[in-house]
């Protein structure tokens, strides 16, 4: 298991975990080809916020075919709508939950989820679709 991600408010602290005893690598942030490698090797993404504008590591997870657990402090909905993930309540009951039924997944179901959060990230989300949609905007704007 991996935690990543700066503990601004301590809570990591708070748990007092044992990361050696426990086989946990701990990180603040990895980059580059160290972050594509711990994106690969992982089997879920989880981003517990209690407030984020979008989330990069979500849409590259899903771009990776991980499923993602993230909540609804995030502009994540789609997860929930497509069945990509887990879209939860920020709060550690509704965390522990996604987790638990994340890890008991089938490898065929996790492999599935994943395809589908990557076919999602693909076909909604890459420059190319962006730009049409902008072209076509902008097209309206000039010809109304």
């Given amino acids: 298991m991996a935690l990543i991600g700066p503990?601004?408010?301590?809570?990591?602290?708070?748990?007092?975990?044992?990361?050696?005893?426990?086989?946990?690598f701990?990180?603040?942030g990895v980059y580059g080809v160290d972050k594509l490698q711990v994106l690969?090797?992982?089997?879920?993404?989880?981003?517990?916020?209690?407030?984020e504008n979008?989330?990069?590591?979500?849409?590259?997870?899903?771009?990776?075919?991980?499923?993602?657990?993230t909540t609804t402090a995030t502009p994540w909905a789609a997860i929930k709508?497509?069945?990509l993930g887990y879209w939860i309540h920020p709060n550690e009951e509704q965390l522990y939950l996604a987790m638990?039924?994340?890890?008991?997944?089938?490898i065929t179901d996790r492999m599935s989820k994943g395809e589908n959060a990557r076919r999602f990230i693909f076909d909604n989300m890459s420059w190319e679709n962006r730009v049409a949609e902008l072209l076509i905007l902008y097209k309206s704007a000039l010809n109304p």
Wanted: proline share 2%.
């Fill in 81 to 83: 709508e497509f069945d």
């Fill in 7 to 24: 503990d601004h408010q301590g809570y990591l602290h708070r748990l007092n975990i044992k990361y050696d005893v426990c086989n946990i």
């Fill in 26 to 28: 701990r990180s603040d």
């Fill in 40 to 51: 690969h090797e992982s089997n879920c993404i989880v981003l517990p916020s209690y407030s």
């Fill in 100 to 106: 638990k039924s994340a890890f008991q997944l089938s």
């Fill in 54 to 69: 979008f989330g990069n590591i979500v849409a590259e997870g899903m771009a990776m075919a991980k499923i993602v657990i």
